[in-house]
């Protein structure tokens, strides 16, 4: 009910129509014509005049829309007597304004979930005692020694006091895997910490540090970008002059004034005021039933057109979280007795890569086993007394102080190594990977093959394993350690229309400074979902090719809807100016006219034929892999 009425106060004249459509039918059904006629044509000038204001505004400014040809038609159907085509003509206006409002607007929630995950408080060291207390953000100071608990979020900039520590930067960099810094350095704020406690020592206010820049970089951005001109308002000038110059030719040639009306009743722009609105609608719709969130009618022309796709590369174009690629036991050791020790000892760890141990053993069938004794060297590994003996699972150093002979590992870019030692022994070692994603490729692909004449990777990973990732999936344009910053200023420097896909936090500014942001949705942060264009349900890279595809399908039904109510107008134009169509008959032939191009319109919640040949990108397509592929992050041992 409160929907309902705040839609009432947000489009007052589509509701007034409809009353006085309503009283209007009242009044002919109990004869009262002349009261009908009076008060159809009153609110009908009524709206011109309203409507009349903002299109002089607008053409001051320089833009010239489609209200010049309904405001004239509203008058002339006045005019010739025709008040009911007015009402129409009135519903259309308003009506179809709605409709972009409906399929465009949404509010602006940019911030709401990054505002939401910044720390609100901190722990703050006493200047006289040891003693911790919580102080809102905003209150901390340069110098300040801070406390930051297990799995909190770094509250600002600053450096390490502890000893040690392992922290999870993907939100600000994209980097998948935990990063080990040691006393004196720099964290920065919206790092998650790791299993243990540390201290650290403020190095800038919260409203300095990097976290809150990026904030500050989604509102810049969001409000940089330029309005899109309504499609409908492209065809409006010509049109309107066309519309105008035959009936005026009409009237001159026939010497009858009424002539100029008969034309413009069938010129009415009906058509190209609700086509592109409901085509959008039914392209929103086609995607929503896809898995696939497109947040405005506006994004849907854009995407179609787009020139330069631009892919993150964490959790985009790979899986996001790492995974067991290989074992490598030594001695008699098996590959599942190795992977099912060091799974029994992890699950007493609070490591990313434990949880990834974990369930490649869970994959292979392999039940952990419970300890007797356990224990975590947060950032180190973890020993655990089990039935097989003392296992310890970990950092090559931190196991080298437990067994001899731990052997040294030549990993590619993009592979982490995790040691096991068993019963007093190196037993193996586990090989882990951020995957790229299978369908990577074909979604390179498949976005060149619609018209994207560029694709490129901008990533704040390493060089050496963006690189590696590019080659694999056929990128050959690589940004790589580009902080939030950096990436909106290479979206300013390439060939617009540009797409942006990514899922972190550390994507949202370039999501929004981009024409067309898209997230990554079903595991990235909420803050990239609410600042994208377009959002992806599904934990599939394919789904946002076929967005486009569906894009430039709904662009093509827009265009041919609009163009069919444009012909058939024009038809009976040249029928009205000879005199054979009356205002009234040509009234009620423009509603058929109407009819049609919303018919047509309606296509756009279809695939089509072109588009299913294109499908093949969404999963039926094989994609070869080699072993290569397996690759991703940033070359890192425990």
């Known amino acids: 009910m409160e929907r309902f009425i705040s839609s009432m106060r947000r489009y007052p004249i589509v509701v007034a129509t409809v009353l006085v459509a309503a009283l209007v039918a009242a009044l002919l059904f109990t004869d009262n014509s002349t009261a009908a006629q009076w008060l ?46 007015s009402l129409v003509i009135v519903l259309m206006l308003s009506g179809g304004e709605a409709l972009e409002d409906y399929a465009e607007g949404r509010a602006r929630r940019e911030l709401t979930s990054l505002l ?40 600002v900039d600053g450096v390490l006091t502890s000893d040690e520590a392992a ?20 964290l920065l704020s919206g790092s998650v910490n790791g299993g243990k406690a540390i201290t650290m020592r403020a190095t800038a206010r919260m409203e300095d540090s990097q976290y809150q820049r990026i904030v500050a970089l989604v509102e810049e951005a969001s409000q940089s970008r330029a309005p899109l001109v309504r499609l409908a308002d492209r065809y409006a000038v010509p049109f309107t002059v066309f519309s105008l110059a035959v009936a005026g030719l009409a009237w001159f040639l026939s010497g009858d004034p009424s002539r100029f009306a008969e034309v413009l009743v069938v010129a009415t722009p009906c058509p190209l005021l609700i086509a592109a609105p409901v085509a959008f609608m039914g392209g929103m719709s086609r995607a929503a039933r896809s898995g696939i969130i497109v947040k405005s009618g506006g994004t849907l022309e854009k995407l179609s057109r787009a020139r330069t796709v631009v892919f993150d590369k964490t959790g985009t174009l790979t899986q996001g979280q790492p995974s067991l690629e290989a074992v490598h036991p030594a001695g008699d050791w098996s590959e599942d007795e190795v992977l099912s020790a060091a799974a029994s000892a992890e699950q007493y760890s609070t490591h990313v890569l434990a949880d990834s141990v974990r369930e490649a053993a869970l994959h292979r069938d392999l039940k952990p086993v419970e300890a007797a004794e356990a224990s975590e060297h947060a950032t180190n590994g973890v020993v655990a007394e089990l039935p097989v003996g003392t296992v310890v ?9 437990f067994v001899d002979n ?7 870019p993009g592979h982490a190594a995790v040691r096991v030692a068993i019963g007093g022994s190196f037993a193996g070692t586990l090989i882990l990977s951020d995957r790229v994603r299978e369908n990577a490729t074909s979604t390179v692909a498949a976005f060149r093959s619609m018209g994207a004449d560029e694709a490129m990777m901008v990533t704040g990973d390493m060089r ?69 264009d377009v959002v992806i349900m599904a934990d599939d890279l394919s789904k946002t090719a076929q967005a486009m595809s569906i894009s430039q399908r709904t662009m093509k039904v827009a265009l041919e809807s609009i163009w069919l109510g444009i012909a058939l107008s024009v038809g009976l134009m040249l029928v009205a100016a000879f005199g054979y169509l009356p205002a009234i008959a040509g009234a009620a032939t423009q509603e058929i006219v109407d009819l049609a191009a919303i018919l047509n319109a309606l296509r756009a919640l279809s695939a089509g034929r072109s588009t299913t040949r294109r499908d093949t990108f969404t999963g039926a397509q094989t994609v070869s892999r080699t072993g290569s592929q397996d690759l991703a992050v940033t070359t890192t041992s425990r």
């Open 464 to 532: 050496s394993t963006a690189d590696e990732i590019a080659t694999q999936v056929g990128l050959t344009r690589v940004h790589a350690e580009a902080l939030p910053q950096d990436k909106v200023d290479i979206l300013a420097t390439v060939e617009h229309p540009v797409v942006m896909i990514g899922d972190g936090v550390n994507d949202a500014p370039a999501l929004a400074a981009a024409d067309v942001g898209i997230a990554m949705g079903a595991r990235g942060s909420t803050a990239a979902s609410e600042t994208a």
């Open 406 to 412: 731990v052997p040294a590992a030549s990993l590619p």
């Open 116 to 155: 939401a995950r910044s720390p609100q408080t901190a722990h703050r060291y006493a200047t006289s005692t040891a003693d911790v207390v919580d102080v809102a953000v905003d209150e901390v100071r340069v110098g300040d020694t801070l406390l930051v608990r297990p799995a909190e979020v770094v509250p």
């Open 167 to 186: 922290l999870d930067q993907s939100a600000l960099t994209g980097e998948s895997l935990p990063v080990q810094v040691v006393t004196g350095d720099r």
């Open 393 to 401: 699972v970990g950092k090559r150093s931190f196991v080298a102080q």
């Open 40 to 85: 159809a044509s009153a609110f009908a000038l009524g709206v011109a005049a309203i409507t009349s204001v903002g299109m002089v505004r607008d053409i001051m400014r320089g833009n010239w829309g489609i209200d010049i040809l309904a405001v004239t038609a509203i008058i002339a159907t006045v005019s010739v007597g025709e008040y009911l085509a």
